[in-house]
């Protein structure tokens, strides 16, 4: 059965860093595209950002929204199969729960999959 942990989530002030992980099991990684996504308090979920499949041509492929570009990076180890996501020069706007996803490769989406399995998620506030 696939399932995916985030961890990580803490209160921050404004500027500072986070780095959350994401335990994946059941399944091997390096099959599949992973994804970090959020959701705000009174807001829909959003992606944060995608690390394509290792196993699906070039690996290393990483896609960030708008928002968090320049300031987050994701990266994945498939040895230890886990992602995560370093959030530097963080802002209040950033404040949500933060979900892990992985999926299977879309050819075509720009985030890389439709995203069939969700981890938990976990809280990241950013406020001083």
């Known amino acids: 059965q696939p399932r995916l942990v985030e961890s990580g989530g803490d209160l921050v002030q404004p500027g500072g860093s986070l780095r959350l992980s994401c335990a994946a099991s059941?399944?091997?990684?390096?099959?599949?595209?992973m994804g970090w996504f959020r959701q705000a308090p009174g807001k829909g979920r959003e992606v944060v950002s995608c690390?394509?499949?290792?196993?699906?041509?070039?690996?290393?492929?990483?896609s960030y929204a708008d928002s968090v570009k320049g300031r987050f990076t994701t990266s994945r180890d498939d040895g230890e199969n886990t992602v995560t996501l370093q959030m530097n020069s963080l802002k209040p706007e950033d404040t949500a729960v933060y979900y892990c996803?992985?999926?299977?490769?879309?050819?075509?989406?720009?985030?890389?999959?439709?995203?069939?399995?969700w981890g938990q998620g976990t809280q990241v506030t950013v406020s001083s």
């Open positions: 996803a992985a999926g299977l490769p879309s050819p075509g989406n720009r985030w890389f999959s439709k995203y069939d399995y």
């Open positions: 059941g399944f091997r990684a390096y099959d599949y595209a």
């Open positions: 690390i394509n499949s290792s196993g699906y041509g070039k690996d290393g492929f990483t």
